[in-house]
């Protein structure tokens, strides 16, 4: 189920810092989490198409679309969880639909608490950054098949907020190392499909300085004059 909330584009805020931005199609998958709602704002004031997929209560997702109402041209809320790769698949398939295409995608890693909790060991965080990834790979594969169709190219953009906790130090090293695999490995592979694949890894609690550095990283990341930057991840925060 999804909803559809279109803004006149005369209640668009002016001026945009990065007007090559306005109109891109941008799906954020766990956008109602961690880093995703400073970094769809972000993307919503550049006047974009966004595509959400929010997990948890409805309520939510619902918060987030209404706060991005008066900045985004169009906005589309996916409010179910990214659990599995078949999650993954349904929601680049829905995305791709809701406006004909997607231009940038941003993925954000989102790791149960539950499953830190019960992580006794780097392996234990193996297997729950493994797990968390795996949908979104899943969505990416499925977007960059019709990027490649296309021949348009586009933009990866992983996204990572590490909270703290008793083993920070080797969840901070497994997230750090699987991310960097993912992203280089991509941007390896789709670099003669002009797909760009970059990554924010962010560790502990960030304050609104922060955040918003984050969030102006995001949209110079996704911005075409630095489409020469490819496969890195970039860090915020103590301790990644």
């Not at 995703?36 to 679309?65: D, M, N, W, Y």
């Not at 490649?148 to 083993?167: C, V």
């Amino acid at each position: 189920m999804s909803r559809v909330v279109l803004v006149p584009q005369s209640s668009v805020a002016e001026p945009r810092a990065y007007p090559e931005l306005a109109d891109k199609r941008v799906l954020i998958s766990n956008a109602s989490y961690g880093i995703g709602p400073i970094v769809s704002h972000a993307f919503a004031e550049q006047g974009c198409r966004l595509v959400l997929q929010c997990g948890g209560t409805q309520g939510r997702a619902q918060k987030l679309a209404q706060e991005l109402t008066g900045s985004a041209a169009a906005i589309r809320v996916f409010p179910f969880s990214l659990h599995d790769a078949d999650c993954g698949e349904r929601l680049a398939d829905a995305a791709l639909r809701a406006f004909n295409g997607i231009d940038i995608v941003v993925n954000q890693l989102a790791v149960e608490p539950q499953s830190l909790l019960q992580a006794m060991t780097a392996d234990d965080f193996e297997v729950a950054i493994s797990e968390a990834l795996s949908a979104l790979v899943s969505a990416c594969d499925v977007v960059v098949s019709r990027l490649r169709m296309t021949g348009r190219g586009g933009l990866i953009l992983h996204l990572a907020h590490l909270p703290e906790n008793d083993m920070s130090a080797a969840f901070d090293i497994v997230t750090r190392l699987s991310l960097e695999a993912l992203t280089r490995g991509q941007a390896r592979d789709l670099a003669d499909d002009n797909v760009q694949v970059n990554a924010i890894a962010a560790s502990g609690v960030l304050d609104d300085g922060e955040l918003e550095d984050v969030a102006e990283v995001a949209l110079q990341l996704a911005n075409e004059r630095n489409h020469w930057l490819n496969g890195q991840v970039l860090t915020f925060g103590e301790g990644i």
